[in-house]
């Protein structure tokens, strides 16, 4: 499992999902929580070099999975030899958009 911890417009939420889920099931959650569309709103996540990446897709979201860990504070825990796995928790930014064009990673099919 992975904790989300989700802003929008100055508040915060918190919720967890299996880490097999993709964007659809991470959007899920904030369309419900916040009442929006799924297609209203675009989902960003907080990489390791400190920048807002878009998650459009689940190959975004299993790269977003895979940069978390090297976060600087889960890597100095992970390393005190505590014995307890460090919690991975996932930053997104959540901002409503007017026109949703597509994702990078739509097949060209």
Not at 8 to 35: M, N, T, Y
Not at 51 to 56: H, K
Not at 74 to 84: E, F, I, P
Not at 99 to 107: E, L, Q, R, W
């Amino acid at each position: 499992m992975v904790t989300i911890k989700a802003s929008h417009r100055g508040d915060i939420f918190r919720f967890r999902v299996p880490c097999s889920a993709g964007v659809a099931a991470v959007k899920a959650v904030v369309a419900k929580r916040l009442s929006l569309d799924a297609g209203a709103f675009d989902v960003k996540y907080l990489d390791d070099d400190h920048e807002w990446v878009l998650l459009s897709c689940d190959a975004d979201f299993q790269e977003c999975l895979d940069v978390v860990p090297a976060l600087p504070s889960m890597s100095v825990t992970a390393r005190s030899g505590s014995g307890a796995a460090a919690p991975v928790v996932v930053r997104l930014m959540v901002q409503e958009v007017a026109d949703n064009i597509g994702s990078s990673c739509a097949s060209s099919d």
